[in-house]
């Protein structure tokens, strides 16, 4: 164990220079900083003078080596329209995100594992041919036009839902405000919870349905049935738990991509999130906030990766942490 995590350390590691490497690398590329920092009256004299203090005249390596001494030390730099460390206009904009993606995973769970196991089981019923048809439909349509039917459907034409925001907060600790904890809250969680999950729930009820029919042809399987064991032990003992090793393979990848995906359902919602963020900073050429948020999600897609590693171990004890593979 402890020389798996060492390795995934070092592995991370070297992903994470990678990471940052390729997202300094494209600032210059995003416009020009100056145009939002300062005003059009401002001289090209000064233009210049500025440029030269914020060191953006320097050649790359030594910008990229100064950014690195600073990143290592917590510091993503400083951005320009909220003049506030970038790391920490991020970790404000942090919770809205996650518990966005929580929401959505929640549903996920809920629904993706009864539905593929039930799929599986009945592979001929109406219900799975109705479930299979709508994963579908569910694959093929963009999140954003899911997420904008919602709205227009149970806000403005049902007004049973808020069509924006997160509604009540509850301060719990540092910058961690929740809506979890209101009615209020709750309920500007569900559409765009629904709407982010819509991308991903259609995945894992195939993947799920794929994979317990393959465990559903095993041997083993045959032989729990000779032997007289109730179906209910044998479907969600012996099957569900071999099923789920490729389940929580993709699931990891697809958890730290939710949050790339918070970019378009947080647009239409105006959930005040790290996606939303993003778009903004991109508009206003906030390139040390765009640079941050690139390395904050590299580093979630990273821990989520290693924490799936560790799980295999749980759910299937053949698979050995050491060699990073099945046994």
Do not use: C
């Amino acid at each position: 164990m402890l020389a798996f995590l060492i390795r995934r350390l070092f592995q991370g590691l070297v992903v994470m220079f990678v990471i940052s490497l390729i997202s300094f690398s494209i600032q210059d590329n995003l416009g020009d900083p100056l145009r939002e920092l300062v005003g059009q009256s401002v001289s090209e004299v000064e233009r210049d003078a500025l440029r030269e203090e914020l060191g953006l005249n320097d050649p790359f390596l030594m910008q990229y080596s100064r950014f690195l001494g600073k990143a290592v030390q917590g510091d993503l730099g400083t951005s320009y329209f909220f003049k506030e460390p970038a790391l920490t206009v991020i970790l404000k904009k942090l919770p809205a995100t996650l518990e966005l993606v929580a929401g959505a995973t929640l549903l996920i769970v809920i629904f993706s594992v009864p539905l593929g196991v039930y799929s599986a089981i009945k592979p001929r019923s109406l219900l799975t041919r109705i479930v299979m048809g709508v994963s579908i439909v569910g694959i093929s349509v963009p999140v954003f036009l899911t997420a904008i039917l919602l709205v227009y459907i149970f806000a403005i034409q049902l007004g049973l839902m808020p069509s924006y925001g997160r509604g009540e907060l509850v301060h719990v600790f540092g910058y961690w405000d929740t809506g979890f904890l209101t009615s209020d809250g709750l309920l500007h969680l569900v559409l765009p919870s629904i709407a982010l999950s819509s991308i991903m729930m259609p995945l894992f009820i195939r993947l799920i349905r794929a994979e317990m029919l393959e465990v559903l042809s095993a041997d083993y399987v045959r032989f729990a049935r000779a032997k007289g064991l109730r179906l209910s032990r044998i479907y969600f003992l012996h099957a569900l738990k071999n099923t789920m090793l490729p389940v929580i393979t993709v699931g990891g990848v697809q958890i730290g991509t939710m949050v790339a995906y918070t970019i378009l359902t947080e647009r239409v919602f105006q959930w005040p999130g790290m996606g939303f963020m993003f778009l903004e900073a991109v508009n206003r050429v906030d390139t040390p906030l765009i640079v941050a948020y690139l390395i904050v999600v590299g580093l979630i897609f990273v821990v989520t990766n290693t924490l799936v590693d560790l799980v295999y171990g749980l759910v299937n004890p053949t698979v050995r942490l050491t060699q990073g593979a099945p046994a």
